[in-house]
């Protein structure tokens, strides 16, 4: 289904031909002591797996490291659909560097946003992954819609309906888009993915802005489980930061209607009860999870929560297998399972 006057996003509960996913292979992404790459490897390899579980994987990689990649990857049964590219990489969060897929005109198509390390951030490089976005296009066989702005996929969420989910702080930061105002993004969100309806979230987890963070993000923030039904990071302990930033945005989603005039209904999805560690209040967050074809691919932090969370999101999508990961690895390096995976829809 596509807008009548251009591209739409659809929903990434729709059906997938597959998921994108980028290896890591230098930076802090992947570590610099002997057990830090290998925690990295490993849970990159363990997302992989989970969702090939569901639906085939490609996972680019830079030259570097295709042996190692293919150590983790391959030979771990036919089960597992995944097939290594060769890419040039900087760093390996797929969902911000890869393009975001769209249906025009009955067909598929892929927007190319500009990509700059997240505003630009002093520890980032992007040289190789600003090129992404286009090459995994290429590879996809689907045309290009470059956009000016800059904008990563972990910043938006959608409901298929022309509804985005998006913050003041990652879109409208001066580092990312200077100058640019609600009404040019709005403008260039409905150019590119279809959006007609725009639900402002003020910011994102306290956690995302410190140095390895992405400033605010929604995708851990809150995510469309359906149309009309929104899934909200919900932080109960009033001593956590986002204790304050989750009834902001309940607020905000409370208020709001959807691209068909719908009232949303908000579902609050339970933080960890873990509040801390070594470098101050945690993100982790159970929203930032995949849909797959059949399944979904959930973050777990070996936190007495897991099994509550986890039971929410399999109310949320019935009919799914909730397959959960041990997500703290991802976290450490500032994301989570929506952040290292892309959803290509099936033509």
């Given at each position: 289904?596509?807008?009548?006057?251009?591209?739409?996003?659809?929903?990434?509960?729709?059906?997938?031909?597959?998921?994108?996913?980028?290896?890591?292979?230098?930076?802090?992404?992947?570590?610099?002591?002997?057990?830090?790459?290998?925690?990295?490897?490993?849970?990159?390899?363990?997302?992989?797996?989970?969702?090939?579980?569901?639906?085939?994987?490609?996972?680019?990689?830079?030259?570097?490291?295709?042996?190692?990649?293919?150590?983790?990857?391959?030979?771990?049964g036919t089960e597992h659909d995944i097939t290594l590219v060769e890419a040039a990489l900087d760093d390996a969060w797929m969902r911000d560097i890869g393009p975001t897929f769209v249906?025009?005109?009955?067909?598929?198509?892929?927007?190319?946003?500009?990509?700059?390390?997240?505003?630009?951030?002093?520890?980032?490089?992007?040289?190789?992954?600003?090129?992404?976005?286009?090459?995994?296009?290429?590879?996809?066989?689907?045309?290009?819609?470059?956009?000016?702005?800059?904008?990563?996929?972990?910043?938006?969420?959608?409901?298929?309906?022309?509804?985005?989910?998006?913050?003041?702080?990652?879109?409208?930061?001066?580092?990312r888009n200077p100058g640019a105002t609600r009404t040019d993004i709005e403008a260039e969100l409905a150019r590119t993915i279809g959006a007609t309806t725009f639900l402002w979230l003020?910011?994102?987890?306290?956690?995302?802005?410190?140095?390895?963070?992405?400033?605010?993000?929604?995708?851990?923030?809150?995510?469309?489980?359906?149309?009309?039904?929104?899934?909200?990071?919900?932080?109960?302990?009033?001593?956590?930061?986002?204790?304050?930033?989750?009834?902001?945005?309940?607020?905000?989603?409370?208020?709001?209607?959807?691209?068909?005039?719908?009232?949303?209904?908000?579902?609050?999805?339970?933080?960890?009860?873990?509040?801390?560690?070594?470098?101050?209040?945690?993100?982790?967050?159970?929203?930032?999870?995949?849909?797959?074809?059949?399944?979904?691919?959930?973050?777990?932090?070996?936190?007495?929560?897991?099994?509550?969370?986890?039971?929410?999101?399999?109310?949320?999508?019935?009919?799914?297998?909730?397959?959960?990961?041990?997500?703290?690895?991802?976290?450490?390096?500032?994301?989570?399972?929506?952040?290292?995976?892309?959803?290509?829809?099936?033509?």
């Amino acid at each position: 289904m596509s807008s009548a006057s251009g591209p739409l996003m659809p929903a990434e509960w729709e059906t997938h031909e597959r998921t994108w996913m980028a290896w890591p292979s230098s930076g802090y992404t992947l570590g610099d002591t002997p057990d830090e790459v290998t925690s990295a490897r490993t849970t990159w390899a363990a997302v992989a797996r989970a969702v090939a579980r569901f639906e085939p994987v490609t996972m680019l990689v830079d030259p570097s490291a295709l042996e190692v990649a293919r150590g983790y990857l391959e030979g771990n049964g036919t089960e597992h659909d995944i097939t290594l590219v060769e890419a040039a990489l900087d760093d390996a969060w797929m969902r911000d560097i890869g393009p975001t897929f769209v249906r025009t005109d009955g067909t598929l198509a892929a927007v190319d946003w500009v990509f700059n390390g997240w505003g630009a951030q002093s520890w980032a490089s992007w040289e190789q992954d600003a090129k992404v976005a286009t090459l995994v296009a290429g590879m996809a066989e689907v045309d290009v819609i470059p956009s000016p702005i800059v904008n990563e996929g972990g910043g938006i969420h959608v409901d298929g309906e022309g509804t985005v989910l998006l913050t003041e702080t990652v879109q409208l930061d001066p580092g990312r888009n200077p100058g640019a105002t609600r009404t040019d993004i709005e403008a260039e969100l409905a150019r590119t993915i279809g959006a007609t309806t725009f639900l402002w979230l003020p910011r994102g987890l306290t956690r995302d802005y410190d140095e390895f963070g992405t400033r605010g993000h929604v995708d851990i923030v809150a995510c469309f489980a359906e149309p009309g039904v929104v899934l909200l990071h919900w932080q109960e302990d009033e001593s956590h930061p986002d204790h304050d930033v989750s009834r902001e945005a309940e607020a905000v989603l409370l208020g709001a209607t959807d691209a068909r005039g719908r009232s949303l209904t908000v579902v609050r999805v339970p933080a960890p009860i873990t509040l801390t560690d070594d470098e101050g209040p945690v993100d982790w967050s159970y929203i930032n999870h995949l849909v797959c074809n059949g399944g979904v691919v959930a973050c777990t932090f070996d936190d007495a929560q897991d099994e509550r969370a986890l039971d929410v999101l399999r109310s949320a999508y019935p009919g799914r297998e909730v397959v959960g990961v041990d997500a703290r690895p991802l976290f450490d390096r500032g994301g989570g399972i929506h952040c290292i995976t892309q959803q290509q829809p099936r033509r």
